[in-house]
């Protein structure tokens, strides 16, 4: 199943990112992917405030991995950096993928050979103010979870505004 939104502004983006972070839960693996700018972080930071984190979610490159406290743990990760399977496993990738929290993966291209089949892929496009947002999921409790965002998102995010 996919669903496609169109925001206008960063603010809408963390808006969509909030409406899908509430609906997510322990094992949830969500990918976001786009060029430089595109707006992964400002997604993740909605996704961020839907899921109870309360300090600000910033961009994770240097840190490769972030760990945030929301109703339950997020790790965000931007693996734009990482060069070698290793590098991911001293990250801590077992114990993320052991389902405990939610992980949201920027650049996940770099690692596709390491993802598990079940998860949300977003992908981001445009420029100045306006993002084209294509979100795909694969699996049955993922599509469940973007169905129940469609039924919620207000209908001028939805195709196209
Ligand atoms: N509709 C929109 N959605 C998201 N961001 C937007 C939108 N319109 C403008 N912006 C701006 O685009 C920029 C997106 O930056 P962001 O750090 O989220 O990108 P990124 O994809 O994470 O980049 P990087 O690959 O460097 O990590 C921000 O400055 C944001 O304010
Ligand atoms: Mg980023």
Known sequence: MALRVVTQGAEETRSLGEALGGLLGAGDVVTLSGEMGSGKTTLAQGLGRGLDVSEPVCSPTF?????????????????????????LLDLGWAELMQGEGVVLI????RIAAALPPARLDISLAGDREERVIELRAE????EDRLAALARRLPESLKNGG
Not at 63 to 87: F, I, M, N
Not at 106 to 109: A, L, R, V
């Open 106 to 109: 920027e650049w996940p291209e």
């Open 63 to 87: 840190a490769l991995v972030q760990e945030y406290a929301g109703r339950l743990p997020v790790w965000h990760l931007d693996t734009y950096r990482v060069a070698s399977p290793d590098e």
């Open 139 to 142: 699996g049955v409790r993922m």
